[in-house]
């Protein structure tokens, strides 16, 4: 995602993963995120809805990545483990067993789940006269869009303009007057100066873009 932002002129803008298929989109310029959410046919094939954040809450949900083992290898089809996954949660992401992997024996899909506890269970799956006991077990990773972070970075080489850094577009604010709530105040300070002084639009994905890789990456 970073990359096709960047490529169509949109470096800068800071990209934050916010669960389910949600992002943040942060643009230092509040009138230039406004005209952004105006190119509906600039985004359109990327995102379904883009909305301005002022900060509305969003309803929790989260991608589980499950694997799936046990079916047999004559069942093993992606539409067989979609099919399973789907007992759980919405599927996002389908299986892509292939013949050229080397391990066939199961597969992941990638499920909108609405709860944080974690994923493992077992289902029947029956074919013909035959019962088969199938075992679904979460990735225990906390996995994230590989696209978090400023726009342009990772691909710039030169600009004439430097690209601003996470800091840059985030500036910390001051100290709390409040000496027992001074982590909660500050905060409060920062987020209620970003919506003020930035344009952060929450955009909701059509699809999934490039790869997810997990939370420790980026550590």
């Known amino acids: 995602m970073d990359k096709v932002l960047w490529e169509g002129g949109y470096s800068g803008m800071v990209i934050h993963y916010i669960g389910r298929l949600n992002l943040m989109l942060c643009n230092k310029?509040?009138?230039?995120?406004?005209?952004?959410?105006?190119l509906k046919?600039?985004?359109?094939?990327w995102f379904s809805v883009l909305d301005m954040w002022e900060g509305q809450t969003l309803a929790f949900e989260?991608?589980?990545?499950?694997?799936?083992?046990?079916?047999?290898?004559?069942?093993?089809?992606?539409?067989?483990?979609?099919?399973?996954a789907s007992q759980f949660g919405t599927?996002?992401?389908?299986?892509?067993?292939?013949?050229?992997d080397d391990d066939l024996s199961s597969?992941?899909?990638g499920v909108l789940v609405g709860d944080g506890k974690e994923l493992k269970d077992k289902v029947t799956l029956k074919w013909k006269n035959k019962s088969f006991q199938i075992w679904i077990s979460e990735v225990s990773d906390v996995w994230i869009p590989e696209c978090m972070g400023v726009v342009g970075l990772k691909n710039a080489t030169r600009t004439e303009e430097p690209i601003p850094s996470t800091s840059e577009l985030f500036p910390v604010g001051g100290e709390s007057p409040n000496p027992m709530g001074n982590e909660t105040s500050r905060v409060d300070e920062e987020?209620?100066?970003?919506k003020c002084c930035m344009g952060?639009?929450?955009?909701?994905?059509?699809?999934?873009?490039?790869?997810?890789v997990p939370r420790r990456a980026f550590k």
């Open 29 to 38: 310029d509040h009138a230039a995120a406004l005209e952004f959410i105006l």
């Open 41 to 45: 046919d600039v985004w359109k094939q």
């Open 62 to 84: 989260r991608v589980a990545w499950l694997n799936v083992f046990g079916v047999p290898l004559h069942l093993a089809g992606n539409s067989v483990f979609n099919d399973i």
């Open 91 to 100: 599927v996002v992401k389908p299986a892509q067993l292939s013949i050229d």
């Open 107 to 109: 597969a992941c899909v």
């Open 191 to 194: 987020l209620g100066c970003m």
């Open 200 to 212: 952060i639009i929450l955009a909701i994905l059509v699809i999934f873009l490039g790869r997810w």
